[in-house]
């Protein structure tokens, strides 16, 4: 059974960082890529970054390019997500999800989510 937990969220004020972990089990984490998503209040499912298997690959949302940093160890089966100068308007539902940019919404794979809220 493929299970993905993320953990990380909170309440920071803006321009502050924070990091999410997302530990997975029950699928071949080395050889999946994987995305982060997130969905504010009243909103879709929004992409965010993806990392290929090696981790030798990213791509990020133009909304967080230059302040999120995707990672993920393949020894301990965790992806992370790194987010510095954070904004009011990245106040989310994060999810991890299994599977490429292209692929995570058809793969349907991902956590419960952890809420990042960014406020004074």
């Known amino acids: 059974e493929v299970q993905l937990v993320e953990s990380g969220g909170g309440l920071v004020q803006p321009g502050g960082p924070l990091r999410l972990s997302c530990a997975t089990s029950?699928?071949?984490?080395?050889?999946?890529?994987m995305t982060w998503v997130r969905q504010a209040p009243g909103k879709g499912l929004e992409w965010v970054s993806s990392?290929?298997?090696?981790?030798?690959?990213?791509t990020y949302a133009d909304s967080v390019k230059g302040r999120f940093t995707i990672s993920r160890d393949n020894v301990k089966n965790t992806l992370y997500l790194q987010m510095e100068s954070l904004k009011p308007e990245d106040t989310a539902v994060y999810y991890c999800?299994?599977?490429?940019?292209?692929?995570?919404?058809?793969?349907?794979?991902w956590g419960q989510g952890t809420q990042v809220t960014v406020s004074s």
């Open positions: 999800a299994k599977g490429s940019r292209d692929g995570w919404r058809r793969v349907g794979s």
């Open positions: 029950g699928f071949a984490f080395r050889i999946s890529d």
């Open positions: 990392i290929t298997s090696g981790g030798t690959s990213t």
